[in-house]
């Protein structure tokens, strides 16, 4: 009882009437000190009204602290997915004899966000309700749920108790996953297709046979088996597939130039979804693939195969996030080249700027020894939006000064490609599609 005395808040009816009733003993006060009018009438309805509310605040206040406390249950998804609306339902059950009023709200995580709680609601005796809300994850990781907190009206309004229902849950926030379940029901072709990359070639040209099947207009005839054409006494083609069983390495800059805003998410964010996008495709085509993170914590993740290989690398890079610390490409590279021995397309994802070249120069020709490696770098929205317009006279120099920057980020761009280097530099939003349509290029060709 004493704990629940403890959790009255007084309600907006018991405020005012007790303003009402101060307002009056003013009054009363300056009647009696600027008149000579007998105030003792009023003196004594004052007394009797401030006992009468006494007693009636008292016997609500014991009424509601009397009430069983509502029992209270959330109910979360199996996980979420970075800026994908998910639900969240609260059961509230009344296990007393009589209805309530009250309020809830939840102790959702700061990497939540929702604008539909408080709720208000009635609950009958014995009877349950469902409080469902939106929620919005806007940082990944791990979040964490705290209690529910209820606020159960009085019966006569004046009073509210307040408590705390324990309710810890943790679910894990992923990158945003919904693209990737979109692609689970299509098959390889389509997958590209709903991706928005481009094959550069027509179905049956990869490098490994594949199958015998019967000519198909547009078949080229180098693609005819001549052998099986005269056995059958029709035309037969031979079918080839891209090649599999190769291994795909990321590198990602977890560094503190990933932190840069473009949008609603930062330029690791749309690095991380162009590289789960680009790994599903891969898995799908039967290669592995593997990460490594470098700056801050180094995370590494050893080559995953098959189309279950995107559930480990969700789970492995979730809770990374970009940290504060500068990257140090020449001892990642180093990193990589102990841990990977065979042959493998490196991959890596960073924001490039014009004075990393040295350093870059130093792990593309450390990495090239054995690897090949492509460089997946991300432009800057602002500076094609920036370049695009004319320039006053006031923004002449700005002006001159982001040419500048992307003539010096194009040369260390060309530079790379001179030694082999292939490069993809796209915009954060049109990341996903360039690295894919690039990958798809070199499974084609035969390069891996």
């Known amino acids: 009882m004493i704990r629940a005395l403890l ?11 007790l303003l009402g009733l101060l307002g009056l003993a003013v009054l009363l006060l300056v009647v009696r000190v600027f008149t000579e009018l007998d105030t003792s009438p009023l003196r004594s309805l004052w007394w009797g009204l401030l006992s009468v509310g006494c007693v009636i605040s008292l016997i609500d206040a014991f009424w509601v602290c009397g009430l069983p406390e509502v029992l209270a249950q959330r109910r979360l998804p199996g996980n979420l997915a970075l800026g ?31 604008e539909q709680l408080p709720a208000a609601l009635e609950l009958p005796a014995g009877a349950s309700r469902i409080v469902e809300y939106i929620a919005r994850p806007v940082r990944r990781g791990t979040a964490h749920f705290g209690a529910i907190d209820v606020r159960v009206q009085s019966p006569l309004g004046l009073w509210r108790r307040h408590y ?52 198909q207009r547009g078949d080229e005839i180098r693609q005819v088996d001549w052998k099986a054409t005269a056995r059958q006494q029709r035309l037969i083609s031979r079918e080839y597939q891209d090649e599999r069983d190769q291994e795909v390495l990321f590198m990602l800059d977890t560094g503190r130039r990933m932190r840069a805003m473009d949008g609603e998410a930062s330029h690791f964010d749309h690095s991380l979804n162009a590289l789960l996008l680009t790994s599903y495709i891969a898995l799908g085509a039967g290669d592995s693939v593997g990460v490594l993170g470098f700056a801050g914590s180094c995370r590494w993740v050893k080559p995953v195969k098959g189309r279950l290989g995107i559930n480990a690398l969700l789970n492995s890079l979730y809770d990374v996030h970009s940290s504060t610390e500068a990257s ?70 700005n002006y001159c000064a982001r040419a500048l920057y992307r003539e010096q980020r194009e040369q260390v761009i060309q530079w790379l490609q001179r030694q082999g280097v292939i490069a993809v530099d796209a915009p954060p939003q049109q990341l996903h599609v360039a690295l894919v349509e690039q990958y798809l290029l070199l499974k084609r060709s035969g390069k891996l």
């Open 7 to 17: 959790g009255l808040i007084p309600d907006r009816i018991l405020l005012k009437s």
């Open 84 to 114: 994908a609306p998910a639900s969240v339902k609260l059961k509230l059950d009344n296990p007393g004899r009589r209805a309530i009023r009250l309020d809830c709200t939840d102790h959702y995580p700061d990497a939540l966000s929702t």
């Open 164 to 215: 705390s229902i324990a309710a810890e849950q943790r679910v894990k926030v992923y990158p945003n996953f919904m693209a990737l379940a979109n692609l689970n029901f299509l098959d390889y072709e389509q997958r590209i297709a709903h991706v928005g990359a481009h094959l550069s070639q027509r179905r049956g040209s990869g490098q490994e046979f594949k199958q015998l099947r019967e000519y």
């Open 328 to 397: 140090d490409i020449v001892q990642a590279a180093g990193t990589l080249m102990q841990r990977q021995q065979k042959r493998a397309l490196v991959v890596i994802v960073t924001n490039l700027r014009d004075d990393d070249s040295n350093d870059l120069q130093l792990a593309v020709k450390l990495l090239a020894r054995r690897h090949l490696v492509m460089l997946a770098c991300l432009r800057e929205s602002y500076l094609d939006r920036e370049l695009s317009t004319q320039a006053g006279r006031q923004e002449t120099l």
